[in-house]
């Protein structure tokens, strides 16, 4: 039986790792470099890494870095922004990375998962989405709605149905990005996760607003996510307290939650 | 030296990124004349079963690989695709494969689980052996697969794991290895199996420190 999976989700803007509040005022934390190597050594089930300016101003994604992160990183790595043909893709995955994660360029360009899953499979490809609430209409039924470009521009798409889309073309993992939540730590946004993790087949990742391990607990027992990003958590300094894997895993196991056992002295 | 097949749709780097960190020398192999060089061969794997068969074949180090493997009985770890296209027959794309070991490659049931399996699961031993030097009788690793094989020789099976059936995660045949889960992504436990392996092939090991 598979483990359900706690990620870290780095920003990184010039090599940095930064800790946005709803998708604004960031903070920077350290370098890529030295944040994947800690989280790594904390036991993190995976990472994924967020070059967040690229696709706003229009250039490649930060290669040397995505390469200086691979070389610490031996948990699966995902890697996106500004990922916009299958050569960026190839570009990334030479890089050290096992999965692309596309965002804002899959909305402007759909063809790109499915041509991404032809190249790569599907278990390659991550479709990352920007969700904020809104009201309930004929064109927006789940009353969610994405955004693109960091929650700067809305598309009028639903957010149920361009899962469902996304999986169709190719995607092998839906990571649905609360823009209310984002950097909040109050909680996870449950409605729509539970919402596309009930609508899609592949496995869904649950982002933006955990603060504490019974967030993480809540939307585990709540939705039918896989997978949970807890980045603040880990190293927000907005946070009062900041979270150990292993006090978070511990947690977990309290409410039941199957995780891959923290274990001591395991680093090599 | 260990060589690591690169191959279009490989995921070369991370293997060879996780060889550098437990301090394992090792070479990218993209022809004939490389392999040579190495005592021990890896052969990395994402994507397709068909995909894979059609790279090595172009590669044209197919004939060289399997003289190397077979007769010579130079080590050799398949991870993932690594594995399934070891065996004689995958469903994936109706694919033949090497038919190194006997047995076929059967896709998960979709009405039972999500496929492809993405995440961690667990790996249950069969029995003691010197690849599993250092590791539990159970110890997760990290899987993505969409297919599983089937071994025909029960004594092959290394490993089991739960995933709506009860699939074969490892086999071990004389000088062959192979894993399902990815090795060179399952943290200390996967490295540390790395390890092993390079061990196996005589390499000298020393473990990096930080």
Same mark, same amino acid.
């Given at each position: ?60 994604? @930060? %290669? ?6 691979? #070389?610490? &990183?031996? /948990? $699966?790595?995902?890697?996106? !922004? =500004?990922? *916009? ?103 996870? @946004? %449950? ?6 993790? #009930?609508? &899609?087949? /592949? $496995?869904?990742?649950?982002? !933006? =607003?955990? *603060? ?57 | ?210």
């Amino acid at each position: 039986m598979l483990t359900k999976r706690l990620i870290a989700c780095f920003d990184v803007n010039n090599k940095m790792v930064t800790k946005a509040h709803k998708f604004q005022d960031n903070i920077d934390i350290d370098t890529a470099e030295n944040v994947a190597r800690k989280i790594y050594e904390d036991q993190i089930d995976e990472i994924i890494f967020y070059d967040i300016a690229a696709s706003a101003q229009k250039r490649k994604i @930060d %290669i040397d870095t995505v390469k200086k992160v691979a #070389r610490h &990183v031996f /948990v $699966p790595f995902t890697v996106g !922004g =500004g990922i *916009g043909s299958l050569d960026d893709m190839y570009e990334v995955l030479k890089a050290g990375a096992e999965k692309i994660s596309i965002d804002s360029m899959a909305v402007r360009n759909p063809e790109i998962i499915r041509e991404g899953e032809m190249a790569f499979g599907r278990q390659c490809i991550v479709l990352s989405m920007q969700v904020k609430r809104v009201e309930k209409t004929a064109k927006i039924p789940s009353g969610y709605e994405i955004a693109i470009d960091g929650a700067r521009f809305f598309t009028g798409m639903d957010a149920v149905e361009w899962a469902k889309r996304g999986e169709d073309l190719g995607a092998g993992e839906i990571c649905v990005n609360s823009i209310d939540k984002d950097g909040t730590h109050e909680g996870y @946004d %449950i409605e729509i996760t539970s919402l596309i993790s #009930r609508a &899609v087949n /592949v $496995p869904t990742i649950a982002s !933006g =607003g955990a *603060g504490k391990p019974e967030h993480v607990a809540k939307v585990f027992t709540q939705t039918q996510a896989s997978a949970a990003i807890v980045s603040s958590m880990l190293y927000s300094p907005r946070l009062e307290k900041n979270y150990s894997m292993r006090e978070i895993k511990e947690r977990l196991s309290e409410y039941n939650i199957y995780v891959r056992p923290w274990i001591s002295g395991r680093n090599i | 030296m260990i060589g690591v097949i690169d191959y279009r749709a490989g995921n070369a780097p991370s293997v060879l990124n996780a060889l550098e960190r437990i301090g394992v020398p090792s070479l990218l192999v993209s022809s004939k004349d490389e392999i040579d060089e190495v005592h021990g061969i890896i052969l990395p794997g994402v994507g397709s079963a068909l995909g894979t068969m059609e790279s090595l074949e172009e590669m044209g180090c197919l004939d060289v690989i399997s003289k190397k493997v077979l007769q010579d009985g130079v080590p050799f770890l398949g991870i993932c695709i690594g594995l399934q296209v070891l065996f004689e027959h995958s469903e994936e794309g109706d694919t033949k494969c090497l038919g190194w070991i006997p047995g076929v490659v059967k896709k998960f049931s979709q009405d039972m689980v999500r496929v492809p399996q993405i995440g961690w699961n667990e790996a249950e031993f069969t029995r003691e052996h010197p690849i599993l030097s250092g590791l539990g009788k159970r110890e997760f690793f990290y899987f993505v697969n969409s297919y599983y094989v089937i071994p025909k020789d029960e004594n092959m099976v290394l490993a089991k794991t739960e995933y709506g059936v009860e699939f074969c995660s490892m086999i071990t045949h004389k000088n062959i290895f192979a894993a399902q889960f990815h090795t060179e992504k399952s943290g200390a436990v996967g490295l540390k199996l790395l390890k092993n392996f390079a061990m196996i092939a005589g390499d000298a090991v020393c473990l990096r420190k930080d």
